[in-house]
């Protein structure tokens, strides 16, 4: 079993730039999310889905997008890049929510220049 | 409004000491409260977690206290190592919610 695995790793954007992140998760997770994490801030929420189909907005939800076309995928999406994305973004997968453990990927660090 | 404060954001062990991360959680809601451990460069795992129905869990040299009154709960590693060098993440959820603390980087010393 792969886990939960993210492209690209690394990529930087010129601001205004659109990209895609991509979370592939083979455990046939019903719950994913995506996370960001900056320094002093922790892991923030920016979207989760509770389903194939499904998508709901985390803490921080403003400038992504998100899309969960098939269960084992998972989409962030940023329309217009501005350089406070500039972040380390992980995705994540679990049985459930609570008291259920989630698997995280490696991570993709992005930078907006 | 932060529901889940962690402190220190950085701590300095020398190997065989004690490391104590501490969490507070303001949401009486939350029933899970996992640790997250995670290394540079990845992401975080899993390392332990209690529920509040019993104040402290143990698993090896890594320990949670939780105290349900004072809504706190407090990570203790034993013995550190310098292979326990990492960035812990506090964590608290309940069936509709889930937040992290800031997360503490822990140095070990050898």
């Known amino acids: 079993n792969a886990g939960v695995t993210q492209t690209p790793k690394f990529r930087v954007l010129k601001t205004g730039q659109s990209m895609t992140l991509l979370c592939a998760q083979d455990m046939n997770h019903e719950y994913m999310y995506w996370y960001r994490q900056d320094p002093g801030m922790g892991l923030r929420l920016i979207h989760y889905?509770?389903?194939?189909?499904?998508?709901a907005k985390g803490e921080v939800p403003d400038g992504y997008n998100v899309s969960r076309l098939k269960k084992q995928n998972f989409l962030l999406g940023l329309e217009s890049a501005a350089p406070s994305q500039t972040s380390v973004y992980f995705c994540a997968s679990s049985y459930r929510v609570g008291a259920y453990e989630q698997y995280f990927g490696p991570g993709t660090r992005l930078t907006v220049t | 409004q932060q529901q889940v404060k962690q402190s220190p954001q950085s701590l300095i062990v020398q190997k065989g000491g004690i490391s104590i991360i501490n969490c507070a959680y303001e949401?009486?809601?939350?029933?899970?409260f996992p640790w997250y451990q995670q290394f540079p460069g990845k992401g975080p795992a899993l390392l332990i977690a209690?529920?509040?129905?019993?104040s402290e869990k143990k698993e090896g040299r890594f320990t949670i206290s939780f105290n349900k009154s004072a809504k706190q709960f407090s990570l203790h590693i034993m013995d550190s190592q310098p292979g326990d060098s990492a960035t812990y993440f506090c964590a608290a959820s309940n069936n509709n919610d889930m937040r992290f603390g800031a997360g503490t980087r822990l140095t070990v010393k050898p």
């Open positions: 209690i529920r509040p129905d019993v």
């Open positions: 889905s509770v389903g194939e189909g499904t998508t």
């Open positions: 949401n009486t809601a939350f029933d899970y």
